[in-house]
């Protein structure tokens, strides 16, 4: 529905984006999405199919040492065939359309008399963004776009942190990507409702290089408590009789060193260590387009745009990620 509501005035000072939220795993991974729809493609990997592999697990078997006399080099040993497997993810549909009547458009640098003499945003609600610039919206369409496109990447970030595996078994089925924290399976750590410890840290790492992981970026991804956890944990404060506290963005550990990553989507009582080395965005692109920003036709008088990207993400093997689950909270 074309937004219409010509007294819904611009606010001077504060500016309520109310669909922008956070995207830092998205952004960590160099996929931000501008409001002009451009993408960094350091970690993008295009495919022409909706589903897509992301690995091809095989087993080489454990070393032993061989026992192979003389004789029988000679007349040979029997073949070992080598058996494969296959993890697939999905892409999925990420759509919006931000539309505008005639009148809005004509309707610019309006204000809104109630924050007139001084307007304060004490108590709104968490999350929402704000435009301290001080200047009114002049053009509606592009600021709905550019919300819609914000809003857009909280629902990419959200989907490819937490997504659940659907493919699409016909045009009424809508596909949905596997999301990082689903894939792992292997290396899973339960803590039953206890607090973070190193125990759990040393676990979950202890799987992950059980399992093979190449530990070379690992980004352990969690909510503010759990962040706060990780560093209360790790903490190392030096004496100091002017400055206190401390800001651990960075771990050691024995076989590996990892970073903190703060990030909204996140389960409140979950920490996914997360190999980055083998992350991409997969992208199934139209037409050579990435994401597709257009013009749509209207039924009146307004005009309206189409955003839409047709997206999943690639986790790689899920043997070389980790998750701390059911933590306290």
């Known amino acids: 529905m074309a937004y219409t509501d010509s007294e819904d005035l611009n606010y001077i000072g504060t500016?309520?984006?109310?669909?922008?939220?956070?995207?830092?795993?998205?952004?960590s991974l160099g996929g931000a999405?501008?409001?002009?729809?451009?993408?960094?493609?350091?970690?993008?990997?295009?495919v022409s199919s909706f589903e897509f592999?992301?690995?091809?697990?095989?087993?080489?078997?454990?070393?032993?040492?061989?026992?192979?006399?003389?004789?029988?080099?000679?007349?040979?040993?029997?073949?070992?065939?080598?058996?494969?497997?296959?993890?697939?993810n999905t892409c999925q549909i990420f759509q919006r359309k931000a539309e505008v009547s005639y009148k809005k458009l004509s309707t610019t640098g309006t204000i809104s008399t109630g924050l007139l003499g001084g307007g304060n945003i004490d108590g709104v609600t968490p999350g929402l963004n704000f435009n301290m610039s001080g200047n009114s919206?002049?053009?509606?369409?592009?600021?709905?776009v550019g919300v819609n496109m914000k809003g857009m990447a909280s629902d990419i970030n959200y989907s490819f942190l937490r997504g659940t595996y659907q493919a699409a078994a016909s045009a009424l089925t809508a596909a949905k990507t596997r999301g990082i924290i689903t894939a792992v399976t292997t290396n899973a750590v339960a803590a039953g409702g206890a607090n973070l410890s190193t125990t759990h840290v040393n676990a979950v790492i202890k799987l992950m290089v059980d399992s093979g992981a190449p530990r070379r970026n690992v980004v352990a991804i969690a909510n503010s408590y759990q962040c706060q956890q990780l560093g209360s944990l790790y903490e190392h404060v030096p004496m100091d009789r002017n400055v206190g506290g401390s800001a651990i963005t960075r771990i050691m550990t024995p076989f590996c060193t990892f970073d903190i990553l703060y990030d909204p989507s996140m389960p409140t009582d979950t920490i996914l260590f997360a190999e980055y080395s083998v992350i991409k965005i997969t992208i199934c692109p139209v037409l050579g387009q990435l994401i597709i920003i257009e013009l749509k036709p209207t039924d009146g008088a307004s005009v309206a745009k189409q955003m839409y990207l047709q997206a999943g993400i690639d986790y790689g093997p899920e043997e070389y990620h980790g998750k701390i689950t059911g933590l306290a909270v």
């Open 15 to 27: 500016l309520f984006e109310t669909a922008a939220r956070e995207t830092p795993f998205l952004n």
């Open 137 to 144: 919206v002049m053009d509606e369409l592009n600021f709905q």
């Open 33 to 46: 999405l501008s409001p002009d729809g451009t993408l960094n493609l350091n970690r993008v990997r295009t």
């Open 53 to 88: 592999d992301c690995a091809v697990p095989y087993d080489s078997g454990a070393g032993t040492q061989p026992a192979i006399t003389e004789a029988a080099s000679v007349t040979g040993v029997t073949a070992n065939t080598i058996t494969r497997g296959q993890d697939n």
